[in-house]
């Protein structure tokens, strides 16, 4: 694996999270957007890879500690090992990514976001949308200064014909500020399928499904690799 290559798709060497790139994940509630960026920061931070973890919503490391309870591979000593803060408001994080991320030292290999627009989505406007387009290109521009490697979190802005049938919020905007998306659907026999997906929303490449367990995602040594 290339040394800017923190995580690729097992078969395929798919890239999937790297240094100098931006990953946008996205999917409906409950399809496991908080439970795959746990299990991505337990799985960087066994091979000392430093994480900070920005939760939006429920902080996240609620969810890690009830991985860590359930006695897989997973201990506190790695959770301490990761940076957690949470922000619960648009403008604040919105302060965060413009104004204090570019200017302090950012002792960090991987910013995952946890959700980016959990916060923008109530009071989505055209001066709120423009505030978002500056944090997503904050943050493409600090995976290339800084060299870390940035995941975010979406949320599904509307369901149209069928049950899987979906888009993002801020679609064109998030898209084309990221140099991955991908999607995260629930199948109707509850495990839950990953799909690469380009700036058109057409889709590249669909993983074998996933299953969340207590523990984290159950598959994820047999879908992807890291720094392998």
């Keep these: 694996m290339d040394n800017g290559h923190l995580i690729s798709v097992r078969e395929s060497s798919t890239e999937f999270l790297s240094k100098g790139k931006v990953l946008h994940l996205y999917g409906p509630p409950k399809s496991g957007k908080s439970t795959l960026s746990a299990t991505i920061a ?3 931070a066994k091979h000392d890879l430093l994480v900070s973890i920005i939760s ?3 902080p996240i490391e609620i969810r890690m500690q009830s991985m860590i309870e359930a006695e897989g591979g997973y201990t506190r000593e790695l959770l301490e090992t990761i940076s957690t803060s949470d922000i ?4 604040d994080l919105i302060q965060t990514l413009i104004h204090d991320l570019p200017t ?8 995952i976001i946890d959700s980016l627009t959990s916060a923008y989505r109530p009071h989505a406007n055209p001066i709120s949308l423009t505030m978002l387009r500056k944090a997503l290109s ?5 995976t290339i200064n800084r060299k870390i490697a940035v995941m975010y979190t979406n949320q599904v802005a ?6 899987n049938d979906f888009r993002p919020v801020a679609s064109a905007s998030t898209r084309s500020y990221s140099d991955i998306t991908t999607r995260l659907t629930r199948k109707s026999n509850e495990s839950t399928e990953i799909t690469f997906e380009d700036l058109n929303g057409e889709e590249l490449e669909v993983l074998e499904p996933f299953t969340i367990t207590a523990l984290g995602i159950e598959e994820f040594d047999q879908l992807f690799q890291v720094l392998e």
Excluded at 138 to 142: A, D, G, R, V
């Design 56 to 58: 939006t919503e429920r």
């Design 42 to 44: 337990f799985e960087l």
């Design 158 to 163: 509307s369901t149209m014909n069928s049950t």
């Design 104 to 111: 302090i030292e950012l002792e960090m290999d991987v910013l």
């Design 138 to 142: 904050s943050l493409q521009s600090l």
């Design 88 to 91: 619960f408001t648009f403008d």
